[in-house]
DNA sequence: TTGAAAGCGCTAACAG
DNA sequence: CTGTTAGCGCTTTCAA
């Protein structure tokens, strides 16, 4: 039995008060000019007519709708979750709702010119500002703010908060190498993506400084994604001196090494270590991580900044660079000074 | 370098293309009358000038935004991202885009009013439909379809995707006996929800069905949260004859439970077992938990349903009552290691 | 095959 | 203090 009626507009309230539509209006935005006993009826109205406001009419008339856009690839994923919840905090702080926005499907969402179209899509009708997780694209057309979680350029031309991807890549490989590994497997990303290949420095770097050898037929091209993984894996696994441990590039890749590796019979930890990257492991899935908490501060810190945006306060400086310890380049806000030092007493 | 350059709309299209708009709003619907090449400048015109339809204005003049809205308590919360999760499986194989919306507070969401708001808000305007997770309202008025997931009512007047409570409860009492636990404690939920109510008829015909006791003391008035679940606990592991195992009603009981058992200095799951309900746990978080994949598949379901509704497809049945499969997660104590592999076994 | 024009529900001048 | 009115960007008759 469910209700079909057509829904109630600003006409009916201003019919069933006896007022016009504009006085209407102004109640419902807290406009000081309205008599109080005019007032009170229309609220006594709205409630009994149990009217809601059009969204798509107001934000196609009216200034902002407090409402923040969050574009992201696919929320099933552990790295989109995570960055969800630093969201969600920061949102649960604020008077702003949150439209996130998604096409379930990661695949769909890579290409520059698609995000474009997600950005156009709320920011230019019912949102304030959008934060965008993980865009390849380097420029933006929008109405309004635009903050970027983790952008694949290096120098996008908007906010953005950044992962520490070649600190993140050193730790992961010094805490290899501190267990006692000396041939330490790594299964490269994207060559295009700045990540990708920020890690693979790390990777190198590290290596040298801790004097070890760098044999290049440790290093093979992955792609981020677990299938590539799985072969590169079984080469790395079945070579003659192999490795004792692998960084497996992304989550996904290590998802990857898993499967390999269960396919070839290695247990792990107990004859390879695996190194992930942007995951959450789930318990006993993989035996380290690299990130964590990290991620929620980077989906908090983001929209931190697109509210200070979209209230018109300048921030003094557009790109955050976090690591396991959140970094921040260059001077900054108060605001982010306070996250910066949450973050770091809290790891 | 953000561009605020105005939104490019309809109407710059149809000038730059020399055409009206309604011929543009005619290649935009993917109408047929419109002469080939007509419409191959229009799409020329539009990609040339990056042009975005407003969804507002769209959704306001137009029967569908081939939107789906997801009215969320907390993305946060372990609970609500599971059935994000199978929402989300479905929306990817669907040609649906999802908007979430949160008010990123649980307790904002706490009303039915508050409830009805929210679904008028979304599908009085921008989406064709809406799934609604754990609503307390017993109806809607809405201008599109609705179905809920884990409705606290239990014959809502709409379509529904519901835990089976009552067998879900069962499961657990009935693990709890099976590893020789005689002395269950019982933290009941709000009263007033049938969730409650049904957990609570299955703890007592499950004792009864195995010829135990039933002690009215073992049973105590929680409402779901954390918080009074501490008081709970206290009262129930500090009495006499203290139970040797406690279900903990629901997640955020369960962590309530572990509070004042660590208060109290009590082993889990050496000293007590406790069993929730709707968690996923943290690694070695809770010893027993009885929702999973099961949380995802009811967001899973719930989206199918509401899709075949917008497709005008009549479902043949308004309720999916979705059987509860006990998983075993997290750590255990070694005297019940044996029942805890028989079960998982089992699964 | 196309254009003109009427509105969807709302806000924001501008009058009164 | 309140009403009238002009659009926001779009879809959809209705004519041409």
Redesign the interface.
Known sequence: ???????VTIQDVAKAAGVSVSTVSRVLNEKVDVAQDTQERILDVIKQL?Y?S????R??RGRHSHLIGLIIP???FPYS?EI??GV???????DF?????????IQKNATASLE??YV???N???TDGVIIVAPIAQ?????G??VSVDPHKMKP???SVHANNYEGARQAIKYLIELGHTRIGFIAGRPELESAERRLRGYRDTLVEFGLPLDESLIVQGDFTQKIAVGCAHQLLTMENRPTAIFAGNDQSAIGVYEAAEELGFDIPGDLSVVGFDNIP???YLNLTTIDQFLTDMGRVATEMLIQLINQKPLETLTYRMQTELIIRGSCSPIFQEALHETKSAL
């Open positions: 039995m469910r209700n079909k009626k057509r829904a149990g809601t059009n969204l798509a009419a934000s196609m696919d929320i099933g979750i969800m919840k969600n905090q920061a949102i649960a702080q604020s709702g949150l439209m996130v926005y998604t096409t379930g499907d474009q179209h156009s899509l709320l230019n009708s019912i420029d933006f057309y929008s109405d703010p635009i031309n908007f906010p789930e318990a006993g």
